[in-house]
């Protein structure tokens, strides 16, 4: 008896640890689900455009295969999409987040405004780093370098409260002798572009994949002209557009376009989930993410809307950002004198 009972422990103890003919049959979390995109600028841009072109295929390759549902959250430069990615969304793997990453390098220079860590995102992945350049309307007149070097009085330049936009021309300003003023305020590219043409402005600086995506018919005609890159080397498809770094006034001036611009685009455009989404469901969006990126349905659609597809990992990002915070002091102080901390 003593044998038979010993015998019946174990096997209870065994079946325990043994998964259940339930949990094999489980259905998966995001089964029935929606999951929301909170893209933190208007409808129109850049930004809108990669997400809705990503959304429209990643579906299927999240097990379960939820719906994407698409919000638009602009404001003060994307600050407001971001930090409700880290204050108000459930960290319950049903909100990503979408917003320019370089508010992370405002967090490490202390901008007023922001309520978040950015060490404690959980980083999905980037479709593509950030290749940034300056456009302007021909009817302004700067359609080369040399004109925006000769012109007689600063030149109107879009911005949207922060980020590449603002960050650009204020790098420029401070570290080249083009003549610039900066005006602020827009809502988004979208935007700026509607008042570059109705000649509000001359134009401005974000990404080329943006510019060529969103402002197609004018680029083609030439009524819009992309006269300068903000990368290490030259855009495939803008060989003979020359870099910022040539017009820097010296060796530290090129340093900081290095640091302050160039760098940051690498980690531009992230996706996120908030801090403390369960391990599993960030790996879940990982992997199917980077499924997407890869799909050659998403591809064509990507290509037909002339969107850049440059795959950066949830996991790369988080070194970028890292790496983000071990700035020199020195480095630091130079960058929000320059880009400054309001």
Known sequence: MRQFRILVFFALTIASLLPTTQGHGQEPFYKGKNIRVVVATTAGGGFDAYTRTIVRHMGKHVPGRPTFVVENMPGAGHLIGANHMYRVAKPDGLTLGHFQGGLFLYQQLGRQGIEFDAAKFE??????TDNRACAFTKASGITSMDRWLAAKTPVKIGGIGGGATEDIPRMLAATTALPIQLVSGYKGTSEVRLAAES??????????????????????SGDAVV???????PHRELPNVPLAAKYAKNEEARQLIQVGIEEPSDYYRPYVLPPG????????LRRAFQDTLKDPEFLSDAEKAKLDIEPITGEEMEKMVEKLFKLSPATVTKLKDILGAK
């Open 199 to 220: 000649g509000e402005l001359a134009g401005g600086c974000w990404t080329w994949d943006s510019i060529r995506a969103t402002w197609t018919k004018a680029i083609a």
């Open 277 to 284: 989404t369960p391990k599993d469901r960030v790996a879940t």
């Open 123 to 128: 980083y999905i992945g980037a479709p593509v």
């Open 227 to 233: 006269v300068l890159q903000i990368l290490s080397k």
